[in-house]
Protein backbone atom coordinates (compact mmCIF):
# COMPACT_ATOMS: atom_id res chain seq x y z
CA UNK A 1 0.00 0.00 0.00
CA UNK A 2 2.87 2.22 0.62
CA UNK A 3 3.95 1.74 -2.99
CA UNK A 4 0.74 3.49 -4.27
CA UNK A 5 0.38 6.37 -1.87
CA UNK A 6 4.08 7.50 -3.15
CA UNK A 7 3.05 6.82 -6.72
CA UNK A 8 0.09 9.29 -6.05
CA UNK A 9 2.43 12.07 -4.27
CA UNK A 10 4.87 11.66 -7.12
CA UNK A 11 2.27 12.34 -9.81
CA UNK A 12 0.35 15.25 -7.75
CA UNK A 13 3.91 16.68 -7.88
CA UNK A 14 4.63 16.45 -11.26
CA UNK A 15 1.25 17.91 -12.18
CA UNK A 16 1.84 21.07 -10.28
CA UNK A 17 4.98 21.84 -11.98
CA UNK A 18 3.27 23.41 -14.88
CA UNK A 19 1.42 25.74 -12.83
CA UNK A 20 3.25 29.34 -14.19
CA UNK A 21 2.75 32.44 -11.69
CA UNK A 22 3.52 36.31 -13.00
CA UNK A 23 4.58 38.86 -10.27
CA UNK A 24 4.74 42.49 -11.26
CA UNK A 25 7.38 43.96 -10.09
CA UNK A 26 6.84 47.12 -11.59
CA UNK A 27 5.74 49.96 -8.77
CA UNK A 28 2.78 52.23 -9.76
CA UNK A 29 4.16 55.11 -11.56
CA UNK A 30 6.22 52.81 -14.10
CA UNK A 31 5.76 53.89 -17.24
CA UNK A 32 5.80 50.43 -20.29
CA UNK A 33 5.66 51.03 -23.90
CA UNK A 34 3.59 47.58 -24.48
CA UNK A 35 1.00 45.93 -22.58
CA UNK A 36 0.63 42.28 -21.70
CA UNK A 37 -1.62 39.91 -23.34
CA UNK A 38 -5.19 39.83 -23.11
CA UNK A 39 -5.67 42.39 -20.91
CA UNK A 40 -9.66 43.86 -20.39
CA UNK A 41 -10.17 47.47 -21.22
CA UNK A 42 -12.05 49.20 -18.81
CA UNK A 43 -13.62 52.98 -18.67
CA UNK A 44 -14.56 54.29 -15.30
CA UNK A 45 -15.84 58.07 -15.24
CA UNK A 46 -14.80 58.49 -18.93
CA UNK A 47 -10.87 57.51 -18.44
CA UNK A 48 -9.55 54.65 -19.92
CA UNK A 49 -7.92 51.93 -18.33
CA UNK A 50 -6.67 48.24 -18.60
CA UNK A 51 -6.73 45.81 -16.36
CA UNK A 52 -3.94 42.81 -16.80
CA UNK A 53 -3.65 39.92 -14.09
CA UNK A 54 -4.74 42.81 -11.52
CA UNK A 55 -2.31 45.27 -12.43
CA UNK A 56 -3.96 48.82 -14.06
CA UNK A 57 -2.41 50.72 -17.14
CA UNK A 58 -3.76 53.93 -18.11
CA UNK A 59 -2.35 54.79 -21.66
CA UNK A 60 -0.86 58.22 -22.07
CA UNK A 61 0.41 60.27 -25.14
CA UNK A 62 3.97 61.21 -25.50
CA UNK A 63 6.20 62.22 -28.90
CA UNK A 64 7.10 58.41 -29.27
CA UNK A 65 3.46 56.78 -29.36
CA UNK A 66 1.31 55.30 -26.52
CA UNK A 67 2.63 54.34 -23.45
CA UNK A 68 1.08 52.92 -20.25
CA UNK A 69 1.41 54.19 -16.95
CA UNK A 70 1.02 51.97 -14.22
CA UNK A 71 -1.80 53.06 -11.90
CA UNK A 72 -3.72 52.15 -8.58
CA UNK A 73 -6.89 50.02 -9.14
CA UNK A 74 -9.90 52.86 -9.96
CA UNK A 75 -12.40 53.57 -7.79
Given amino acids: ?3 GTT ?3 VASSAANNNTT ?3 NTMPVGSVVA ?3 PNCA ?5 DV ?3 SCDNVWYKPQYQASGV ?3 IVNPPE
Fill in 7 to 9: AAV
Fill in 1 to 3: MIA
Fill in 21 to 23: VVI
Fill in 41 to 45: QVTRA
Fill in 67 to 69: TYL
Fill in 34 to 36: VLP
Fill in 48 to 50: TYY
